[in-house]
């Protein structure tokens, strides 16, 4: 059974820092691309960032380039987002996905979605 479960969302200030986990479970991480998507209220769903199975190769939304680290643990099977600097314009809800071997930016190619964690920030 092919499974995600996102974990570690919370209220933080601005300026605070998070750390989200995403746990697989029934498949290996070892060749599987892992996104990081998210919505805010009122907005479309939008990639955040992803890494590639294989060479592990990263990417990033702009907006978060130089505040949010991503991370993989493939002995543990588990894809880890480091979110720095926190601003309100981060709020949403977070989900990671799974797809076969490399990141792309389309929703509808990442066939596996865990349920979502939900990110505050607010003063």
């Known amino acids: 059974q092919m499974q995600l479960v996102e974990s570690g969302g919370g209220l933080v200030q601005p300026g605070g820092s998070l750390r989200l986990s995403c746990a697989a479970s029934?498949?290996?991480?070892?060749?599987?691309?892992i996104g990081w998507f998210r919505q805010a209220p009122g907005k479309e769903r939008e990639g955040v960032s992803c890494?590639?199975?294989?060479?592990?190769?990263?990417n990033y939304l702009d907006s978060v380039k130089g505040r949010f680290t991503i991370s993989g643990d493939n002995a543990e099977n588990t894809v880890y987002l480091q979110m720095n600097n926190l601003e309100p314009e981060d709020t949403a809800v977070y989900y990671c996905?799974?797809?076969?071997?490399?990141?792309?930016?389309?929703?509808?190619?990442?066939?596996?979605w865990g349920q979502g964690t939900q990110v505050t920030v607010s003063s």
């Open positions: 890494i590639s199975g294989g060479d592990g190769s990263t």
């Open positions: 029934g498949f290996s991480l070892d060749y599987y691309a």
């Open positions: 996905a799974a797809r076969s071997a490399f990141c792309v930016p389309q929703e509808a190619f990442y066939p596996a």
